[in-house]
């Protein structure tokens, strides 16, 4: 067995016979060196083929998994907070060698300014890394992982900063503020009534097509490539609902049902925040309008909270629930759709407690 070549710098004198005395080992204990030592060669040659920087994961994981993912936003969240915040302290070190020191060197200077963004940075870490394991690329614990591990050594959130919930009216004033919202002219104060009145997201109602309504049942179906659930869904319309919708027909020169300035182009998402300002109410949000409805629909009526969270089109966490929950309880969110409509409209129910049957 050749230890190395005479006078080659590589191997000295000293070394060599540490290198034969290693093999003369091995010979003792039963085993043959030389092919120990091709084994040894052959294993690292794997290592190396094997071996994947972070970077190269995240971006096999992101290509793996953006079908998924329905909201394009989302998708270019992903590459963006790691281009940010991980690649420049461990994007090019293996897999591997990603640790709970360098998780902390990414978290901890934006745990406390950029909460949320840090709280997103982290799930993606940790889930890049369960890829990875999962490929064979690394072993062991996931150091990226918060129950039981991170939450032990970074603040919890809701101890570095309070909640913060989207600005929403009470919904006592929700009346007159659509009294006052009536008398603004445009495109978007329609379109901020009808977001109201169907408890929707701003994304959804600014997008919608004339294709998805059927006044004459009522009816707005969103496609499941425009929901936030990536699930088709059914929207049961008031009459006040159908009101807005009839009056823009007569005038529809776009499919959008709410077009905006640019020809072929929806209403822009900022438009109905502009036209809060306008009416000089910069304390409120669109979306916190979906919380006044919420608060409506708990204190006021006695619909099961069930009907008010797929009214909502909230997904169902409880996996049991959701596997026996099959339908969409089209005809009690129907009802509660005409009583939110109602209150919102008609000052004479402005107290009233809605009622229906059993469930």
């Not at 790691?82 to 020191?101: E, K, M, N, R, W």
Request: with cysteine.
């Amino acid at each position: 067995m050749g230890l190395g070549t005479a006078g080659d710098d590589d191997v000295t004198p000293a070394q060599a016979r540490e290198l034969a005395a290693r093999a003369r080992q091995v010979v003792r204990d039963g085993g043959d060196p030389i092919e120990a030592r091709k084994a040894e060669r052959l294993q690292k040659k794997f290592d190396a083929a094997k071996a994947m920087t972070f970077r190269q994961c995240a971006e096999a994981y992101i290509g793996a998994k953006q079908t998924e993912w329905g909201n394009p936003k989302h998708a270019k969240q992903w590459p963006a907070t790691l281009s940010t915040y991980v690649y420049p302290i461990f994007g090019d070190l293996p897999v591997q060698a990603v640790d709970v020191g360098l998780v902390l060197k990414a978290l901890e200077p934006i745990w406390t300014d950029k909460r949320e963004t840090a709280s997103r940075v982290r799930g993606r870490i940790e889930s890049v890394l369960d890829w990875a394991t999962a490929r064979g690329y690394r072993a062991g614990e996931n150091p990226a992982r918060w129950r039981g591990h991170l939450e032990s050594l970074l603040a919890k959130r809701s101890k570095v900063q309070q909640v913060e919930h989207h600005a929403a009216l009470p919904y006592p004033e929700v009346g007159a503020f659509i009294t006052e919202l009536r008398a603004q002219e445009g495109i978007a104060a329609r379109a901020l009534e009808f977001t109201i009145l169907t408890a929707s997201r701003t994304g959804e109602v600014i997008r919608a097509t004339w294709s998805e309504l059927d006044l004459e049942a009522r009816l707005w179906t969103i496609p499941g490539e425009r929901m936030k659930a990536g699930k088709e869904h059914r929207v049961p319309l008031s009459e006040a609902a159908v009101a807005i919708l009839v009056a823009l027909r007569e005038v529809r020169q776009s499919n959008f049902v709410f077009p905006g300035q640019h020809v072929g182009r929806p209403l822009s998402n900022t438009a109905m925040l502009k036209l809060l300002k306008r009416m000089g109410r910069p304390d409120l949000t669109v979306h916190g309008f979906r919380a006044a409805f919420t608060d409506w629909a708990a204190e006021r009526t006695n619909f099961p909270d069930e009907v008010r969270q797929m009214a909502l089109a909230h997904t169902v966490s409880d996996k049991v629930e959701a596997a026996y929950r099959r339908g969409d309880l089209f005809q009690k969110r129907r009802q509660l759709a005409d009583a939110w409509a109602r209150y919102c409209t008609a000052p004479a129910v402005m107290a009233e407690v809605v009622a229906i049957g059993a469930r």
